[in-house]
């Protein structure tokens, strides 16, 4: 019978290398533990990792359009809210018209009021949002109308100038423009003044808004206008009826042609507010229609993350066990390899 002998190093070694074993599988299980899902989904899964790698996939790409469509909607309620100061800085004007007589003064005052709706509402049609112009169309990056007061004139305010001058001779402050009547003036406004204000000349002298609308995709299949242009005909109406009230509705006229002013004015101001409504209705048509998405693809994103929760969840009661199973044999295992260490011949001698 032959006898053989194992050293303590060696046994020492096969613990430690037990023990860095142990020590990896400890870490996994923690891993697992918090996270709630397989720390090697590769090798958990084998063949049906590609599958989880795809599901992942699917379920980021309808998030990323869920977290878009939340900028789009926030767009959308600033679009909303500045159609709302704007129907309502025309609607209170529209008041003033209705209620303006004839006594001296009365047509300077409601110069006055004109000027400051037109100041507020091209402040409201150059708001941006988000370091983006909301009414610029898809020129998001420049402002959308200028202004009209700006020094020196803007070229809007000097074709208005120019195009009184030429069909008059005279200015609308000179004491001659009294002796414009009510039918020239109305003439007046319906023609040139109107051509100052027709798309093209809005272009020119006015908008550098694009007639474009953005559009944005909503959904894998969906792809909607989600933004109004400050070139947009109420726009150009409400601009008109404040352009014609302040510059041109002078003391120095008589009744009959203040009167046309006012009767045009009103008119204008009339349809804008209509066709503002109507904006606003196509606007809230897109928010729901935004909104219905993001609840579908919502639905849909929680559906792939049960699905994935069921390839790559873990039991958190046997994770827990685990972990506590592999922290008993470690200790147990760096005890043992204490008590080997104090294992020497010497001792024995």
């Known amino acids: 019978m032959k006898t053989g002998y194992v050293a303590t190093s060696t046994i020492a070694y096969a613990t430690r290398t037990s023990l860095l074993r142990m020590q990896a599988e400890l870490v996994n299980a923690q891993k697992e533990l918090v996270s709630g899902k397989v720390a090697d989904p590769g090798l958990a899964l084998g063949a049906r990792a590609g599958k989880l790698v ?29 159609l709302g100061g704007i129907a309502e800085q025309a609607s209170s004007f529209l008041g003033a018209l209705v209620g303006v007589g004839q006594a001296d003064g009365a ?8 000027d400051a709706a037109l100041r507020a509402i091209t402040g409201t049609l150059n708001t941006a949002y988000g370091g983006t112009h909301l009414f610029g169309g898809i020129n998001i990056d420049v402002r959308p109308v200028a202004d009209f007061f700006s020094d020196p004139p803007s070229a809007g305010r000097q074709a208005i100038d120019a195009a009184f001058m030429a069909a008059f001779g005279t200015a609308p402050d000179d004491a001659a423009a009294g002796a ?29 808004a694009s007639d474009r609308n953005i559009r944005s995709r909503i959904s894998r299949t969906e792809l909607i206008e989600t933004s109004v242009s400050a070139n947009e005909t109420p726009f150009r109406q409400v601009m008109m009826a404040l352009a014609m009230v302040g510059s041109l509705a002078s003391d120095e006229l008589n009744g009959a042609a203040r009167q046309a002013i006012v009767d045009s004015a009103t008119a204008l101001l009339g349809k804008a507010v209509g066709g503002i409504t109507a904006m606003q209705t196509r606007l809230g048509s897109a928010e729901s229609r935004l909104d219905e998405a993001t ?7 929680d559906l792939l993350q049960s699905y994935m929760s069921a390839l790559e969840g873990v039991d958190p009661l046997e994770a827990a066990a685990r972990v506590n199973g592999l922290t008993t044999r470690i200790e147990t295992a760096y005890a043992l390899t204490a008590r080997l260490q104090q294992l020497s011949l010497l001792n024995f001698l």
């Open 54 to 82: 795809s599901i992942d996939q699917e379920r980021n790409s309808l998030q990323a359009m869920i977290d878009a469509n939340k900028i789009v909607a926030s767009r959308l309620q600033a679009t909303q809210a500045a």
């Open 107 to 114: 047509a300077s005052a409601l110069r006055s009021e004109a």
């Open 180 to 208: 414009i009547d009510g039918a020239a003036m109305q003439a007046f406004l319906d023609g040139a003044f109107a051509a100052l204000f027709d798309e093209a000349a809005w272009s020119a002298d006015w908008s550098a």
């Open 295 to 301: 609840e579908t693809m919502t639905v849909q994103t």
